[in-house]
């Protein structure tokens, strides 16, 4: 069976996965059976694929000080909440307006944004963004409260991924979706793809998390990440093992 490992940087992570697929296998060769996923698992599958590039991007484009980032709203009593369209218009307002000061600073201003429409109407808008000055993020939200919480030194952020992913899902289950996308992101992100090579049957079943000997000393092994299943539909219906690695500190 053609089994492959994928290794991707980003930032201060090193994901490693094992899996089986059928793209690296030799011409003529049977395909084994799959189990089509589903629906309730075909979701879960698309959940933790928007989750793991989400981390990916995050992890790979911003550090410890940077911002997660949320914008609520102001909601007087016997007002209406603002709709999608002015959520959307307003969240472009405060983008250009930021992105003119940085660039009168020469700053190269990075983000991932998320809206938000919670199950109860609250509205908010999330967002990943790099440092800046505080003062010019209250200058251009005019709409209610600024909550700046900065990333923490582990470089690992996918917890926060997982809690933006939710809240995402949320939004883009209802009719008031503000877009059909999870995320909107600047141009300049930098988008991590992992190096996949082939491996023996006999790799495979290591499945003892390992440190490559180019990552040896420099980086720990999570324990907290190490997954590994038999029969996933995620992956065709085999089996995967995976892990991350972190940057010491």
Same mark, same amino acid.
């Given at each position: ?42 979701? %879960?599958?698309?959940?933790?694929? #928007? ?5 990916? $991007? ?10 997660? @980032? ?18 959307? %218009?307003?969240?472009?307002? !405060? ?13 190269? @201003? ?49 917890? $926060? #991924? #997982?809690? @933006?992913?939710?809240? #995402? ?45 180019? !990552? ?34």
């Amino acid at each position: 069976m053609p089994y492959v490992e994928s290794i991707c940087r980003a930032g201060k992570t090193v994901e490693i996965e094992r899996y089986y697929t059928a793209r690296y296998g030799k011409r003529g060769q049977k395909r084994s059976e799959r189990r089509k996923p589903t629906r309730d698992e075909q979701r %879960e599958i698309n959940n933790r694929h #928007a989750e793991k590039k989400l981390r990916r $991007l995050i992890n790979a484009n911003f550090v410890p000080g940077d911002y997660h @980032l949320v914008l609520s709203y102001a909601h007087p009593k016997g007002t209406d909440p603002r709709t999608p369209d002015e959520m959307k %218009e307003d969240i472009r307002k !405060f983008l250009r307006g930021i992105r003119k000061d940085c660039k009168l600073m020469e700053s190269d @201003l990075k983000y991932i944004h998320v809206p938000e429409i919670g199950k109860k109407g609250a509205r908010h808008h999330h967002l990943v963004i790099s440092k800046i000055n505080p003062d010019i993020i209250n200058r251009h939200w005019t709409h209610g409260f600024v909550h700046i919480n900065p990333l923490d030194h582990s470089g690992n952020y996918a917890k $926060l #991924a #997982a809690y @933006l992913i939710k809240y #995402a899902n949320e939004t883009i289950g209802t009719t008031e979706a503000i877009t059909g996308k999870r995320w909107n992101s600047s141009r300049n992100l930098i988008h991590p793809e992992p190096k996949v090579k082939v491996i023996t049957n006999r790799e495979w079943y290591r499945t003892e998390p390992k440190i490559p000997n180019r !990552f040896k000393g420099k980086y720990i092994l999570d324990k907290s990440t190490v997954e590994s299943g038999t029969i996933s539909p995620e992956y065709g219906g085999f089996g995967f093992f995976r892990y991350t690695l972190i940057m010491r500190c």
